[in-house]
């Protein structure tokens, strides 16, 4: 093969990798949070986290969870919750934020490490130990803690004062009300710049989805 095609074969090479892996990542979405400032239909039109607009497509059957501000008194025994969270030497996990969730989730819960959320960040999802005290202070330290257990393993996360704790219960489109602060976990660009979704958290009563 002579340089030219050689150069030709290896820029098709490139192309092909770039336009999967675009293609991978539309499939995937992306997350897309901020505030609403106007609700037309199935459209919401808000402002961004970075201050930049942004429109997201709902679909007509769009589902909706209403995230309330939550304390850990509202975390209770038998619980389902997830923990994107910090490691710590120990092998426990300080948390970042907690979601007690309405349901459990179908695979049971889970731990695993690079939950984008903070610096070697991690993701637990699982059950409150339902035997223990939530609130109890982790042996050796000040900071209350939890037992989380999933279905091949435990984790005991550390609840600090500044940690975000919310509660997510099934919301409606009434939920979507300008001021509101929204998240969409998995929105899929479209050519024209906008978003579309099958699912969207927003804020109520003050609540932020994150």
């Not at 984790?155 to 009434?174: F, L, Q, T, W």
């Amino acid at each position: 093969m002579n340089s030219t095609r050689l150069l030709i074969a290896t820029a098709l090479a490139a192309a092909l990798t770039v336009s999967a892996a675009y293609a991978q990542q539309q499939q995937q979405g992306q997350r897309v949070s901020g505030t609403i400032e106007k609700v037309d239909g199935n459209t919401v039109y808000g402002k961004a986290n970075d201050g930049s607009a942004v429109t997201v497509k709902l679909a007509d059957n769009v589902a909706v969870t209403a995230v309330y501000n939550a304390t850990l008194a509202d975390i209770k025994p038998g619980a389902y919750i997830g923990s994107g969270a910090i490691p710590q030497p120990d092998g426990s996990q300080k948390a970042v934020e907690v979601h007690i969730f309405q349901k459990p989730q179908a695979d049971g819960g889970h731990h695993y490490s690079g939950w984008y959320g903070a610096p070697s960040g991690t993701m637990t999802n699982g059950f409150v130990e339902p035997t223990g005290t939530v609130g109890a202070a982790f042996t050796g330290g000040a900071e209350p803690s939890f037992l989380v257990k999933y279905h091949d393993g435990e984790k005991r996360i550390i609840v600090p004062a500044n940690a975000h704790i919310v509660r997510n219960e099934a919301g409606s489109k009434d939920d979507l009300k300008i001021g509101a602060a929204f998240r969409v976990q998995a929105a899929a660009k479209q050519a024209d710049g906008t978003f579309t979704a099958s699912a969207i958290s927003v804020g109520r009563d003050g609540g932020r989805p994150f």
